[in-house]
């Protein structure tokens, strides 16, 4: 799945978080649902302009921001 099709970021909407095909819904609102064991089928009946392509590419794009956030090499224990 090609995320970019699907996540947006617009400086003057949601304070230029990355949304949903340009919907007021952030990829972090999106992936709390999913933490907090709201059901695929819970979230796109409380938001029927989300999509199961919107879901998913919210997670791709959360996994991709993952694989390239850089991580500080862990001190030797002594």
Do not use: H, Q, W
Not at 22 to 35: D, N, Q, S
């Amino acid at each position: 799945m090609n995320y970019r099709n699907y996540i947006t970021i617009e400086p003057n909407k949601r304070k230029g978080k990355p949304c949903v095909r340009g919907l007021r819904i952030t990829v972090y609102e999106v992936l709390e649902y999913l933490a907090f064991e709201m059901t695929e089928a819970e979230i796109l009946d409380n938001f029927p302009d989300l999509t199961r392509e919107d879901l998913k590419a919210s997670i791709a794009y959360a996994t991709d921001r993952e694989r390239r956030f850089m991580t500080a090499p862990v001190a030797e224990l002594i």
